[in-house]
């Protein structure tokens, strides 16, 4: 059986001009899964893949192959001040699934029900997609009870919590990988210039 290798950088860019681009060109990443991408300033034109804001904050997907399958999810509850709804993308390219996630925030509540059903509204428009997939991004897992909440619905969806790195002055990660009809054989997280960690993984899809 004939394993396919893809690395993939996910990286809350927390809107820095460039970064997106310039984060690709150090990393080469096969993929990548970018929150609070400010999208109007990055120079690489297969940012094709988004879900932004007029203003182009959001959620985006570059690959160096073709991507298929784009679906946008929009969190059904606004955050504070009822205007901002996170956003979320899904694509499809070399035969898995990926969503880029940002996930409901809710300060100053911070809402474990509404972060579930951010996660919910994704699983549910992907209900008749049952193949590999890898759900990453900025969780917004406050405490273990945000984390422990998603990762009980996500595993009864067949996913696995495979990788969470960590935030820069936080004890709890707010950045997590799950993984689904994938292996990881290869993580590691790194500084950048945004407030979070960036993440590289390397994963294997036997076809």
Do not use: C
């Not at 160096?64 to 009822?82: C, D, H, M, R, W």
């Not at 409901?104 to 996660?119: E, I």
């Not at 820069?168 to 500084?191: E, I, N, Q, W, Y």
């Amino acid at each position: 059986m004939k394993a396919i290798t893809v690395t993939v950088l996910i990286q809350n860019l927390q809107k820095i001009k460039g970064l997106a681009t310039k984060l690709i060109n150090e990393q080469n990443p096969d993929v990548m899964l970018a929150q609070e991408i400010n999208l109007n300033s990055e120079s690489d034109s297969d940012f094709h893949t988004h879900n932004t804001s007029s203003l182009g904050f959001g959620t985006a997907i570059w690959s160096k192959k073709p991507i298929t399958n784009i679906k946008l999810v929009e969190s059904p509850y606004a955050e504070f001040g009822g205007i901002i709804h996170k956003k979320t993308t899904i694509a499809s390219t070399k035969g898995i699934t990926f969503i880029s996630f940002h996930g409901y925030n809710g300060t100053p509540f911070k809402s474990v029900d509404k972060l579930v059903a951010h996660v919910q509204a994704i699983l549910s428009i992907m209900s008749t997609d049952n193949g590999p997939a890898v759900f990453a991004g900025d969780f917004n897992s406050w405490t273990q009870s945000h984390l422990d909440a998603v990762k009980n619905l996500l595993e009864g969806a067949g996913f696995a919590l495979k990788y969470s790195w960590p935030y820069p002055g936080r004890t709890f990660p707010l950045d997590h990988a799950f993984v689904r009809g994938v292996t990881l054989v290869k993580s590691k997280h790194f500084p950048s210039d945004s407030d979070h960690n960036g993440a590289l993984l390397e994963f294997e899809l036997h076809a």
